[in-house]
Every structure is written in C-alpha cells, then in structure tokens.
C-alpha cells in the first residue's frame, strides 16, 4: 500500500484536549498519518496549550482581546495557519466562532466535533454538559457524537462521520458523556485520517467519502 503523506494539522482549542490528546497518541501510534504543525487558544490556561508545550509543538495564546481590530486579530490567525502550512484545521472543544475569513481561506478544510448528533442538541449554548442534560431531559434512547465541517454559524455544516451512542436509563450527564467521548476520540482521528487519504468528496451538503485506492 503507498505512503499516506501525513496531513498538516492546526488544533484550534479551548479546554481540557482530550480529543487534541487522543489525536497525538493516534499520530504516534501511527493510526493517523498526521502531523500536528500548530496549537491555538483563547485561553492562557487551556490543557491543550500545556500539552502542545510539553510535545515541543508550536503553541499560541490568541484572542481577539489582543488586538485593536477584528482585521488584525484575523490576520494574525491567518499567518499563523499558513506560516506552519497548515493544510486541515481542528477544532478539538474550541468556544469561539472561527472568522468568516479563515473558513474561506480553508473552505471545506476545517472540521469540529460535537458530542451529539447535529443537528439536534446543537448551536450556540450546546456545549459541554449542556448537551447531554438536554438529551436526557428530552428522554432521548440515543445520542451519539458528530465530526462535521464548519460553516459560519455554530454546528451547522455538514456531518462527515456521526456515530450513535445508546442513552441508558441510569445515565447521568457525566456517565453519558464519558460514553460519547470515547467514541469522540475514536471517530475524530478517523475523519482527519479519510482527508489525509483525499477520500473525501463534497457535493453540496453531502461529505462522499470515496473507496479507498
Ligand atoms: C468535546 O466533547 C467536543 O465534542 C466538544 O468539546 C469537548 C472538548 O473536549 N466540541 P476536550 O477538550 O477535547 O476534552
């Protein structure tokens, strides 16, 4: 079988980085032909920063706080991703909506996970703990996690891999969300791993994925 060159990533990242971790370890385990090139936050504190650091990758802190523009805060992000040649951008738990620039820049370049299946229990607000509270007071028998590539709204392009996750009677917000992280850290590396392969084709709202070669 040929060579998979790895793809260039860029995490972008807010919290803890379990699905950056779960990411590195694929690459390292070689089950992801990836090579992670850069690490962004908003936040000083996030886990992910901190994880880029001790790997010796390149990591920023960035908000738009630090700028007197939107145009320069832009800009910045922008020469940040093509400075380390970034080819596919992550978002692996990022709070902030990407800037409509950068998503023309990467367009159909740029994926997100969410810990549902989108579009229900998403948008703005759905995150964290919030999703899976709203999955079990609606009494839903499934939920499940979705990779998707973004557009400029929160959770509303198209899905590349969603995987359901069955919802048990005793589940708490925590037991359910542990049970659709592992899955999370499963399928994230899967869908990085199909646009390192250039299996994936899109044609409207629907992500094809092609057989491999
Ligand atoms: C994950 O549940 C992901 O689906 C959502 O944010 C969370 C990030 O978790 N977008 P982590 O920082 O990767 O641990």
């Known amino acids: 079988m040929p060579e998979i060159k790895p793809i260039k990533i860029t995490v972008f990242a807010s919290g803890r980085g379990s699905n950056f971790k779960a990411i590195l370890d694929n690459i390292k385990n070689k089950i992801l032909a990836g090579q992670i090139v850069c690490v962004i936050s908003n936040r000083q504190s996030s886990g992910t920063l901190e994880t ?25 992000l922008l020469k940040i991703l093509k400075d380390h040649k970034t080819e596919l951008v992550v978002l692996a738990g990022y709070m902030k909506l990407v800037p409509a620039c950068i998503i023309r820049a990467f367009k159909n370049r740029i994926l997100n996970i969410h810990p549902a299946l989108l579009p229900s229990f998403g948008g703005q607000g759905m995150y964290g703990h919030h999703v899976h509270e709203a999955v079990l007071k609606y009494g839903c028998k499934i939920s499940g996690a979705t990779v998707h590539l973004i557009d400029e709204e929160y959770d509303t392009g198209p899905p590349v891999i969603q995987v359901c996750v069955p919802v048990l009677e005793d589940d708490t917000p925590d037991s359910l969300a542990e049970r659709v992280l592992k899955i999370e850290h499963k399928i994230y590396s899967q869908a990085i791993q199909l646009f390192a392969e250039n299996r994936v084709v899109i044609e409207g709202r629907q992500v094809k994925i092609q057989k491999k070669k």
Do not use: G, L
């Open 52 to 76: 880029a650091r001790e790997e010796k990758i390149p990591a920023f802190h960035i908000t738009d706080r630090q700028f007197a523009t939107a145009e320069e805060y832009e800009d910045s």
